[in-house]
């Protein structure tokens, strides 16, 4: 019986939960990097930080999400990129179920705005939650199942057991992660 990390397509569902998170942790920073006033805004919204560290996420957040996007999608540093995307993401949900246990009715500020909710408008914590329970998921399998297809880390030969840019599929007869496949 072969293990799940020897299994032909684990390499392919790693490469498509590298973009997935990528695009949403690049479209996230991005729609707040311009408005950095506003970043800080929404995480002092939260009500969970002191001041002055509630600052500097606010204005660290969106470079940190869109370094840890572009690590993902070009996949270099993967696992730590994914363990980065995975801590983010347990992050925002403990932050958004904490907003909504004390009551607060906030935006999540997760793709921009201010952490104010508009007239009228109700919180969406449950959905929030979700995507990124969602998102962690995706995160936490890109750290345990490595870089996937189509890496920097395979091409340049970072993958335990691979051959940089080899002839074959694998790079040798190891599946990806370099472990030895079950017989």
């Not at 920073?29 to 606010?58: C, D, F, M, N, R």
């Not at 340049?156 to 940089?164: E, K, S």
């Not at 370099?178 to 017989?183: H, L, Q, R, S």
């Amino acid at each position: 019986m072969r293990s799940l990390n020897a299994h032909p397509a684990v390499p392919w569902v790693t490469t498509v939960a590298r973009l997935v998170v990528a695009g949403v942790l690049i479209a996230a920073g991005w729609l707040k990097i311009g408005t950095p006033a506003l970043s800080v805004q929404a995480v002092k919204a939260y009500e969970l930080l002191p001041e002055g560290v509630a600052t500097a996420v606010g204005y660290g957040l969106p470079i940190l999400e869109i370094v840890v996007g572009v690590l993902l999608v070009v996949g270099l540093l993967t696992r730590a990129a994914g363990g980065v995307s995975a801590l983010l993401m347990l992050a925002f949900v403990v932050g958004i179920g904490s907003a909504w246990a004390r009551g607060l009715r906030i935006d999540c500020g997760c793709f921009g705005g201010g952490g104010a909710l508009a007239a009228g408008q109700s919180p969406n914590y449950f959905w929030e939650i979700l995507r990124d329970a969602g998102l962690f998921l995706l995160g936490a399998w890109i750290t345990l199942y490595g870089p996937g297809r189509l890496s920097l880390d395979s091409a340049l030969g970072l993958v335990p057991g691979r051959a940089p840019l080899a002839g074959d599929e694998h790079g040798d007869d190891e599946p990806e992660g370099g472990e030895p496949e079950a017989a």
